[in-house]
């Protein structure tokens, strides 16, 4: 950010994004026996004359400062025109309308860049109108170049107030810019005290050598569970583990590398063959043309295509919320996969879309995600603030009469990794470049860079439910038995098990516990 121009040629077009979703909220309310005809075409108007000034790039920080002020003063006007839509007895509707929400932001948006411009554009207007975006200044070096072209316009400047005021704008530029950049400076420092307080030894099953899945701070003990694939999300741990120098690098070789065809070639094997598993790693860490973890990625995207094809959905499957509720009304989450990728165990019985997981396959092939995002989209996938959660085509789970139900939730981290891949897709990898900017990373990124194995035993993960992708199975709701009394003449008795450790209750209150052989509560009869 230091090192980037204080003003890029597409800072101004950016805006549009948000005058084109104001245009879509506007198309939707168009026939609305709510809406004023006559103001639903003033603010079409106003929304064309604001859209102008976008079309071109900024040619100098002049240019880009006076069409700014055109700007704000046009969308200042936006969220009026928007609310002068709905007529009388429908301004409640209005305080929630998205007509009104884009129209808002899109006045935040300016405003926003106007404040920049007030800070650190108090030199415009002078001898800047050669100046091109390519050669101006950056963050760093705004304080030293306003100082110089006040020097050069004050130059014939005979009157000591006009240079006094000129002195003190720039002046007021600079200590604007060094605050930003102690700003700046501030939150890497806290970053990066972050990043070296994070500890990661205390994590590793040394007789395993796998990291474990957590530390159970009440017993004082690691979780016996481990991560132990290659493909996985945790191996951004890992690696960040061995970078930091916390593990050894042969922790690295311990995670499993099985692999599972996949066309012509070979995909190693996830857990629950989500593509969180497989890409999430990838927002930040390269994946090097010809390796095995890239030649996964793309097999991996192949196959849930495929996989999407075959039951008749959009495609994306991931780890979710789907369509089931606790008693707070409160979506339950799970991890759902494509059957042949993952070793869990049941993945063709539900088909949970997360759009999340299309925009991380952006990321691989980005046409494809384009197409996959318009069929997620007709499917009703998104929302004001972007795209839902989920879409649960699981039988049993959807609506009657419908094929699927939109989990209408959104939930931060998703999200997040959204705009992480988007980022990476349009800025040619813009986060993995700043990732492996760090020396220790450089260090350890060898490792990536492991090729696909020659001979290697394939495995067929579940093939029985690969086979049968066209079953999926009936949400079977839990059974509930109630007993109004303790003296039925049968005996009512529940039983509970899971092979090793057995519970038996009868209605009356009576029962046992055995572990095994071993009884842990004698069977006594109730004489009742």
Not at 169 to 195: K, P, S, Y
Not at 441 to 466: G, I, N, S
């Amino acid at each position: 950010m230091l090192k980037t121009p204080v003003y890029h040629p597409e800072a101004l077009p950016g805006n549009a994004d948000a005058v084109k979703l104001a245009r879509n909220a506007l198309d939707v309310l168009s026939g609305d026996h709510r809406i004023s005809e006559a103001a639903c075409k003033q603010l079409f108007i106003a929304l064309d004359s604001f859209s102008e000034p976008l079309n071109e790039p900024a040619a100098s920080p002049a240019d880009y400062a006076a069409r700014l002020v055109d700007l704000k003063t046009k969308s200042e006007e936006l969220p009026k025109l928007a609310r002068a839509l709905f007529e009388e007895g429908f301004k409640d509707v209005a305080d929630i309308a998205d007509i009104v929400i884009w129209t808002e932001a899109v006045a935040s948006s300016v405003q926003c860049h106007q404040r920049d411009v007030d800070r650190l554009f108090t030199w415009r207007g002078r001898d800047d109108r050669d100046l091109n975006v390519s050669s101006a200044p950056t963050l760093t070096d705004l304080g030293d170049h306003v100082l110089a072209l006040n020097d050069d316009c004050t130059a014939g400047v005979t009157a000591d107030e006009a240079r006094a005021a000129r002195r003190m704008e720039a002046d007021q530029t600079a200590l604007a810019a060094q605050a930003l950049i102690e700003r700046i400076e501030n939150i890497d420092r806290i970053a990066g005290t972050m990043f070296d307080e994070m500890q990661f030894g205390f994590l590793l099953d040394r007789p395993r050598q796998l990291l474990s899945i957590g530390f159970q701070c009440a017993e004082g003990t690691l979780d016996p569970s481990c991560y132990d694939l290659l493909a996985s999300e945790a191996r951004l741990a890992s690696f960040i583990a061995i970078a930091k120098g916390d593990i050894a690098p042969k922790h690295w070789f311990k995670l499993g590398r099985a692999v599972t065809p996949i066309g012509r070639g070979s995909a190693l094997i996830s857990w629950s063959g989500s593509m969180f598993e497989y890409l999430m790693p990838e927002l930040v860490m390269r994946e090097p043309a010809g390796s095995l973890l890239q030649q996964t990625a793309k097999l991996v995207v192949s196959r849930q295509i495929e996989y999407g094809a075959q039951r008749g959905v959009p495609w994306g499957i991931s780890e979710s919320a789907y369509n089931f509720r606790d008693l707070e009304l409160t979506y339950q989450y799970s991890n759902f996969g494509v059957p042949g990728l993952g070793l869990k165990r049941g993945l063709s019985e539900n088909i949970v879309v997360a759009p999340y997981a299309t925009l991380l396959a952006s990321m691989i092939d980005p046409e494809a995600a384009v197409r996959n995002l318009s069929s997620l989209a007709a499917a009703g996938g998104s929302g004001r603030y972007g795209w839902y959660e989920a879409l649960d085509y699981t039988p049993g789970r959807t609506p009657e009469g419908k094929n699927v139900a939109v989990v209408r939730a959104y939930m931060a981290h998703h999200q997040g990794m959204s705009l992480v891949a988007i980022a990476n897709t349009l800025g040619g990898g813009a986060m993995r470049s700043r990732f492996h900017a760090n020396p220790i990373v450089q260090a350890t990124e060898l490792l990536l860079q492991e090729r696909p194995p020659r001979d290697v035993a394939v495995k067929w993960v579940r093939a029985e439910e690969v086979s049968q992708v066209t079953l999926v199975r009936e949400l079977v709701p839990p059974m509930l038995r109630r007993f109004r009394s303790p003296h039925d003449r049968v005996p009512r008795s529940h039983l509970l098990s899971n092979g090793r450790y057995a519970v038996m209750i009868t209605a009356a209150g009576a029962g046992y516990s055995r572990w095994r052989d071993l009884a842990v509560s004698r069977w006594q009869e109730d004489v009742t």
